[in-house]
């Protein structure tokens, strides 16, 4: 089956980077366009980016454009998010979500357990 | 403040029809057919319930339906049961330079 396992998060200072990473298993991952969805603590979910299935095409929220940039590694099943400039408010528990389609956007399929990143002094 | 507007709250006994809806715009909602809905248990992932505005994927409980009209979409869950208490997300493909945004959110109780 379908499974989504992310990672990298941690406690960091405003300024600093990140990496994230997300482990796909049970399907063809070359094949789906993948997302990053964040949660702030006690809020609502907020799209940040999305890569096609071959990684020509990306896409980014207003609030992360220019700061934060999305990748995947094909041969190894893994999708990164690579954050930097990081303030308090991209504190939030960040899901990888595989699209039902390989490009575009067409809904959020199948979803990982989350990785929390706490942006603090 | 969400590109996409849900009630904060609905309740409902069990055994009774409850509708969500999530109002967009012009930008949104109106002009797509990629509409979903989400549903989520407190501390645990969204989970996929509606996809391209009525599709039910495949495990979902047929007690959830969904439709649009103009620029508001609705999720309906009939036969409303306990375990249906969670928080419920729409979410849609926008023209704007944000790709999709989502709803508020509507946290569903079961009285």
């Known amino acids: 089956q379908v499974h989504l396992v992310e990672s990298g998060g941690g406690v960091v200072q405003p300024g600093r980077s990140l990496r994230l990473s997300c482990s796909a298993s049970?399907?063809?991952?070359?094949?789906?366009?993948m997302h990053w969805v964040r949660q702030a603590p006690g809020r609502g979910l907020e799209w940040v980016t999305l890569?096609?299935?071959?990684?020509?095409?990306?896409y980014y929220a207003d609030s992360v454009k220019g700061r934060f940039t999305i990748s995947r590694d094909n041969s190894k099943n893994t999708l990164y998010l690579h954050m930097n400039t990081l303030t308090t408010d991209d504190t939030a528990l960040y899901y990888c979500?595989?699209?039902?389609?390989?490009?575009?956007?067409?809904?959020?399929?199948?979803w990982g357990q989350g990785t929390l990143v706490t942006v603090s002094s | 403040q969400s590109a996409l507007t849900q009630p904060v709250s609905v309740s409902g006994s069990p055994g009774q029809l409850i509708t969500i809806s999530c109002t967009g715009s012009?930008?949104?909602?109106?002009?797509?057919?990629?509409v979903s809905w989400y549903q989520q248990h407190p501390g645990k992932a969204p989970k996929l319930i509606i996809s391209?505005?009525?599709n039910r994927p495949s495990g979902v409980s047929n007690r959830f339906s969904a439709s649009k009209s103009g620029h508001t979409a609705s999720l309906i869950i009939s036969g409303l049961q306990a375990e249906d208490e969670a928080d419920y997300y729409c979410?849609?493909?926008?023209?704007?330079?944000?790709?999709?945004?989502f709803g508020g959110g509507t946290r569903v109780t079961v009285l």
């Open positions: 979500a595989r699209d039902k389609k390989g490009s575009g956007w067409s809904a959020f399929d199948y």
């Open positions: 049970g399907f063809t991952f070359n094949t789906y366009a």
């Open positions: 890569i096609s299935f071959d990684g020509n095409n990306k």
């Open positions: 012009s930008t949104d909602i109106r002009h797509f057919n990629y």
């Open positions: 391209e505005v009525k």
């Open positions: 979410s849609s493909y926008t023209s704007t330079s944000t790709l999709i945004v």
